[in-house]
Nanobody
Framework: QVQLVESGGGLVQAGGSLRLSCAAS????????MAWYRQAPGKERELVAA???????NYANSVKGRFTISRDNAKNTGYLQMNSLKPEDTAVYYC???????????????WGHGTQVTVSS
């Protein structure tokens, strides 16, 4: 079984920074892609940023130039560096990873439980 655990959320003032982490654990054979999604109250979950094992990245237009996604393959951990935070960035942030377990060697998506990010004005 594979688990994703997010950390690093919290309360920050507008203009501040936070760094989210997503640690994958369990019987992992390979991680193809990691991504961050967010869901604000009353809104649908949306993609914030994603990266593949090849190093390609993509970002939502609303966070381009402010957020940076990265990963440490040796630690099976992904990160989201968030700078110049705005009140509209307030949401629960979820980690998503496409992982092949050691048992099945088949890729499937996994989700973390989310971490709250609140940006005050």
């Amino acid at each position: 079984q594979v688990q994703l655990v997010e950390s690093g959320g919290g309360l920050v003032q507008a203009g501040g920074s936070l760094r989210l982490s997503c640690a994958a654990s369990g019987s992992i054979f390979s991680i193809y892609a990691m991504a961050w999604y967010r869901q604000a109250p009353g809104k649908e979950r949306e993609l914030v940023a994603a990266t593949t094992s090849g190093g390609s990245t993509n970002y939502a237009n609303s966070v381009k130039g402010r957020f940076t996604i990265s990963r440490d393959n040796a630690k099976n951990t992904g990160y989201l560096q968030m700078n110049s935070l705005k009140p509209e960035d307030t949401a629960v942030y979820y980690c998503n990873a496409v992982v092949a377990s050691a048992a099945t060697r088949q890729y499937r998506p996994y989700w973390g439980h989310g971490t709250q990010v609140t940006v005050s004005s």
